[in-house]
Each structure stands twice: as structure tokens, then as C-alpha cells.
């Protein structure tokens, strides 16, 4: 394996360190799947995940990993999504201070999430480049580390467990889809499918709407996300220095789909097996529906990777039996 | 183990006949679970059954095991609730027919899932006796074989299969808490345990206003079902000839739980795990909330049996994060 800020081990160290921490969460079969090819489709239900989201792991196997000294400066992280969630719980398991920098216009559920954990967010404005200075401050002031939402090696490895879990619940599986942001869920994914299973294919899946990471893979450098406005909300970032290496290496494609497929998907995956998931969440299953040709005939494992729903109202109205 | 209509042999082999048409459905650990003392408390999904309900279990053990000569003939039941579906669905996959019969003021939804699987119900009127007596009519036309939703040997083999896969799953628990309608999934489970495990101790929940098992537990013989209206409309009736010996002889205890649990546990399994089930299928959620001190410290495991919810105003209007 090349070079890059995150090796095997340090995936299998990972998995050690959070596993007093997170679920081994199921991998599902699906009753049918409308319109769909594959010999089996499975989803891996990191929604049903501590904090409803694979971003436990990363955040888990971060803070666990801070030697005495710096667990006790405490983490820092800005993010409006379920990294500041998810490094707000970490802490507390750890017992040690986490300021979460939150721009002023995130969704009062986001908000209260953290300050159900004990933690109350610093406000910062919306852009980009507000955030990134806040927790800069807040860094300077207090010595904090800070743990980037997805570009920070023990965060991609964190992510990485997912996968190994995977590879070990579902042997006979030969494809797996994965929703991809900032790309810390892709790259710990690959990184650990390369070494424990090569001949598994890993596939991408992203909103057209935030589509850096498809025009990033075929440019062959990091590209901007133009809108932000994607109903996935968690996949509006565009990948970063430490992902992209390890994407543009080992992925077999980046897929992108619609917005009425994702939407369509939360309603579908309802209906298929019963589980809430979020839009974010969903992507892997509506690229599994839009691009079914290439997933004929396959065996096949979506990464469900987030279960908080705040748009209820895309839940099915009516559940059908059969 | 004392004589039954079910012995250890028949699971045993029931697993092994359903195995290609059903699930091994997951075993999901829960998020906190408020007001709760267990020291885990974990569910068994067969609301993520084929038919998204256990009942598919039994039916396709019966329909399977029947010999070329029966299976010609076809099978008949009358059920308004899940079983009627399963036994169409099972009949379809062994590629016989399956007279259902069903009351006309069925709703609109479980007559839909029969008809999704080719079989046109056949209507009567809404008594248990008219219900009976048209299965009767039935079975002297066609010769079809009768299954009964509950009390049928075969269907109670093929119910106790759950309680072999949570024992595999989890090994580690000391107890499991059973939905009691007709006490099919029950005596199952009960025998099962029995073999495997018996030193795990199996509850069984019941609704307030569907106290019949309760009550016969109680008195030592079969009381009716003195009340119908429980929002768990797949437990009003009560228990059997052949389930109600087997739950008396093994159940540690049987647990009422009332309406409003009911409703709330729901909402707190969609909370909690991003699950959707139904009011009869999370009985045993309620109990456990309900009969808490009963719990405390222990390693549970509670079978949500059933994932038909029709009422999706149950589904909390707003999820939390944390």
C-alpha cells in the first residue's frame, strides 16, 4: 500500500480502541427493492449508530487516542452536522472539554443536540471561512486540539471500522456503496476494503448538487462544491487533502444521483425494512436505484451511514405489507 | 421436557426447512431507553421480516413441510392480521394455492397485501364464528389444508426459530420478553429456550385489555378475551389448545402493559433505534418500561415482532440527535 496519513493498523488499532464505546451496528437484508437488479442488497445501519451516525467512530477513536496531556486541553471542532455531536459526546465519555463552534443558522435540533450533551456550541457566522477562524480562536485561547470533521488520520481511521465490520457480516458480499462529503467514511473504507478484501469493488455515491467529489475524481485535483443546496446536507463539503488521495486511488467510481432519488430513497428504505434514515444517509441506496445496470447481478452492501431525519414528512404515509 | 404438541426436534428442523425464504433478522442494541435500569437492553427485529412480521416464520414452516399430495390441495386460514399474508406469501413461494379468509371490515391495507400476492380474500362476516365457518366451507370444497394462525404444530416450530437465532446472536442475555396473542410466538419461544438455554428466563407481554393470557395464567385454564379494542389489534385473541399448556408450564411471568405504553413505546423504538414497528409488536418495549424493577441489571432482549404500523401519527413529529 502507498503512502498515505492513515495505514492498516492504524484501522485495526481503531477498532480496538472505540469498540467499549460504539455498536457493532446490523447489516440488514432488504425486502424487495423497487426496480432493482441486484442478487442482494444489504445496508450496514450506522443510523442506528450512538448518536445516529458513523461520525461516533471518528470522533470516538480521536479523543480515546489523545495521550494524558492533551486529552486534558480538551478538543475543538467547527461543524453544523453530526461531527459536533459526535466529538461532544466523545469528550464527555472521556471526560474531557469539547467546544463546538456552530455557525449561528444551524437547525435548533443540531444545537440542542450538543447542549444535551452538556456543551454549549460557540455561535459563528455562516461562511465557510467563520467558522474556520472561530475555532481557531478558540484553539489559541484555550491549547484545545482540534479534530477536523473528516480530514484528520484518526478520524478516517475511526471510519475505517465500519468496513471492517462490514467485510466480516456480510462475507459473501462483492460491492459496496458508500456515501461521500468530506470523504473520511470513503477513505476509511477503502483503505481497510484494500487490505482485508481487494476484490471487493467500492462505489461513491453524491448528490448531483454537490458533485466536487465526481468532477475532483475525473480532474484529477480537489474541486470546489459549487451550491449548497442539496437536501444531504451532509455531503455539501468538498473532499479534502488527506481524503482525496486515497479516493482517487482505490475507488471504483463516484456515482451521482438526484435529489427526487434521494428523497425518494428515505421513503423506500422505510418501506423496505422499516428503518428512518436521513437524506445524507440514503445516497448509497438511491445510486444503487439510478444506476442499477451496474449493480446487476451483484451482491451488494449500501452503508445506511445516518439516521437523523428531520424532515419526518418523507416518511411513507401509508406502509404497505408485502 | 414433558409431552407437547412441539418438541425441540421440530424447531430444530424448522430452521432448517425456513431458512432460504426467511431472514435471520438482526439483534439491535438500543440507544438509551428512557427510565430504563437493564443493564442492555437489545431487540430482535422481525418487524425487518419477509411480510415484516414473525409470522412468516410458521406459515412457510407449515407450507413447506406438507407432503406433494397436501400441497396439491392448498392451504386455508382465516385471519385479518399478519398471518393472513404470511400464509399467502408462503403458499406463493411453494407455488400452491392458499384460500384467505378474511372479514369484510378487514382494513383496507391488510386486504391490499393478500390481493399483492395473487390471492383474491375471501370475504365473511365479522364474528369469529362466521370467520370459522367459512374457512369450514372452504376446506370441504377444496380440500385445502387448514392452518391455523396459531395453534398448529408446525406454526409454533416454526415461531420458536426466533428464539434459536437470538440465542446465537446473543449469547450473553438472561432474559427475553415475549409478545402473547394467541401464543404462538410464545410457546416457541418457550420450548426453545427450554433446550438451548434454560436458564434464561422468558416474560411474556400482554396488553391490559387483552388480559385473557394473564388471566389463564392465573386461573389455570383458557379465558376469553373479554375486551377487543387494544391498539395491538394482532393480540385480542386468546391463547390456544395446544400453545396455552406450554406457556404454563415454562413462562416466568406474564406482564400487562397499558394503551398509552403502548403508544409511546412506538415512538421510543423509532427514537431509539430508528425503527419503525407496530403497536403489537412493541408490547415487550412497554413492558420493560412499565415493570422496569423487574429488569434492573439484567441483559435483555425484547422481540418486536411485527412492523405494520398503520398508524404513522405515532411516529414522533421531531427526532433527537442524542
Chains 1, 2 share one sequence.
Not at 477536523?148 to 458480499?173: K, M, N, S, Y
Request: hydrophobic fraction near 45%.
Amino acid at each position: 500500500m502507498q503512502n498515505f496519513a492513515v495505514d492498516w493498523a492504524d484501522i485495526e488499532a481503531a477498532a480496538q480502541r472505540i469498540q467499549p464505546w460504539v455498536f457493532c451496528t446490523s447489516v440488514t437484508e432488504l425486502n424487495e427493492f423497487p426496480g432493482n437488479s441486484a442478487l442482494s442488497v444489504r445496508v450496514k445501519c450506522e443510523n442506528q449508530q450512538r448518536g445516529f451516525a458513523f461520525k461516533a467512530r471518528g470522533a470516538c477513536n480521536a479523543v480515546m487516542k489523545l495521550d494524558p496531556e492533551q486529552a486534558a486541553r480538551g478538543v475543538v471542532t467547527h461543524s453544523s452536522g453530526n461531527h459536533a455531536a459526535a466529538l461532544a459526546w466523545a469528550a464527555q465519555q472521556r471526560g474531557i472539554a469539547a467546544h463546538i463552534v456552530m455557525p449561528q443558522n444551524s437547525a435548533g435540533i443540531k444545537l440542542n443536540a450538543v447542549r444535551r450533551l452538556g456543551v454549549e456550541p460557540i455561535l459563528c457566522g455562516p461562511r465557510g471561512e467563520d467558522r474556520a477562524l472561530a475555532a481557531q480562536r478558540v484553539q489559541e485561547q484555550t491549547g484545545a486540539v482540534f479534530i477536523h470533521p473528516f480530514d484528520h488520520p484518526d478520524v478516517i481511521a475511526g471510519q475505517g471500522t465500519v468496513a471492517v465490520e462490514i467485510l466480516r457480516q456480510a462475507p459473501d458480499l462483492d460491492t459496496l456503496i458508500v456515501p461521500v462529503g468530506g470523504g473520511g467514511l470513503l477513505a476509511g473504507t477503502l483503505l481497510a476494503v484494500q487490505s482485508m478484501r481487494p476484490d471487493v469493488k467500492v462505489y461513491a455515491a453524491e448528490p448531483q448538487l454537490a458533485d466536487d467529489a465526481y468532477r475532483s475524481f475525473r480532474s484529477g485535483h480537489i474541486e470546489p462544491v459549487l451550491r449548497t443546496d442539496s437536501i444531504a446536507d451532509g455531503l455539501r463539503t468538498s473532499v479534502g487533502d488527506l481524503t482525496f488521495p486515497i479516493i482517487q486511488r482505490y475507488v471504483e467510481d463516484i456515482l451521482c444521483v438526484s435529489e427526487q432519488c434521494i428523497q425518494e430513497s428515505v421513503t423506500t428504505v422505510a418501506r423496505a425494512a422499516r428503518l428512518i434514515a436521513e437524506p445524507s444517509g440514503v445516497v448509497s441506496l438511491a445510486a444503487l436505484q439510478e444506476h442499477a445496470h451496474i449493480f446487476a447481478g451483484r451482491r451488494v452492501v449500501a452503508i445506511l451511514s445516518g439516521g437523523n431525519l428531520d424532515r419526518m414528512d418523507l416518511l411513507p404515509a401509508e406502509l404497505q405489507w408485502v
